[in-house]
């Protein structure tokens, strides 16, 4: 079924389990996916629940250790200073939301169970879920094998990947702009297209008044006469209407298509 994931509403939170006074970062993860029983329990599919960065660090970890030789996306990095300015906030909003997009779109790591409970589980049963399962990874990580394991999926994950560096609000910006030039090209295409066919219509209109007018005073030159005589006048008429429709194509090339070109 299909499922939509948006990462928003960064706030500040003081962290009620720690000794000293500190703080980390809240994010709204609402999720819309009507179509799946996982979210049956809530109106119209739509659940919202608060996440830490913390808790993205721990559904990379198990989205690794369950679907071992997956490419898992990439989690924007941690810093030590500057995690409560805004903008950064916002930035780490959008790229932690990308990659929540990015799960979901994929063909294994989009069904997986974990996931779904990371989206749709409220925050003391997923305190609880992240404690069962670390504790479980844990426990594997000690033994040689699970070290072999790891050092591979982390081979395999990171083959022919160029070294990550940290993303910057700049680069975000930068990221922004791209997609706003491509749109505005694409844009731009049709507006150049739709012009394009608006005046080739006009010259269209044009030419048909004029063999039109072409045929009834051809007819008017045939009949002879009185008859033959309205039939051409009715032709001389219609030239006038072809004049009126080639004007109006050229000025619509001057207004529409020349700007653009």
Not at 28 to 54: H, I, M
Not at 76 to 83: C, L, T
Not at 95 to 105: D, I, K, T
Not at 114 to 143: C, P, V, W
């Amino acid at each position: 079924g299909s499922i939509n994931v948006t990462v928003g509403s960064p706030t500040k939170v003081k962290d009620s389990g720690a000794f000293t006074s500190s703080f980390y970062v809240q994010y709204q993860v609402q999720t819309v996916a009507p179509d799946l029983k996982e979210f049956s329990d809530f109106p119209n599919g739509v659940v919202s629940v608060g996440r830490r960065y913390s808790d993205f660090v721990w559904i990379s970890d198990v989205l690794h250790e369950m679907l071992p030789g997956c490419i898992i996306p990439s989690l924007p990095k941690k810093r030590v200073v500057g995690n409560f300015d805004q903008k950064l906030m916002e930035y780490r909003s959008r790229a932690l939301e990308l990659f929540l997009q990015h799960v979901s779109c994929h063909v294994d790591l989009g069904y997986c169970e974990y996931f779904y409970l990371f989206l749709n589980t409220d925050e003391n049963a997923f305190k609880s879920l992240m404690a069962t399962t670390e504790s479980r990874m844990a426990k594997k990580m000690n033994s040689v094998s699970d070290t072999g394991y790891s050092m591979w999926n982390k081979y395999v994950n990171n083959a022919g990947k160029e070294p990550e560096v940290e993303s910057t609000i700049e680069d975000f910006k930068i990221e922004t702009m791209e997609k706003y030039v491509n749109s505005l090209d694409v844009a731009l295409q049709n507006a150049v297209s739709n012009a394009k066919i608006i005046m080739e219509h006009s010259k269209a209109q044009a030419e048909a008044y004029q063999e039109l007018a072409g045929v009834w005073t051809t007819l008017g030159g045939i009949e002879g006469d009185k008859f033959g005589g309205t039939l051409s006048h009715v032709g001389e008429k219609m030239m006038p209407f072809a004049r009126i429709c080639d004007s109006h194509a050229d000025r619509q090339g001057m207004t529409y298509r020349e700007p653009l070109d």
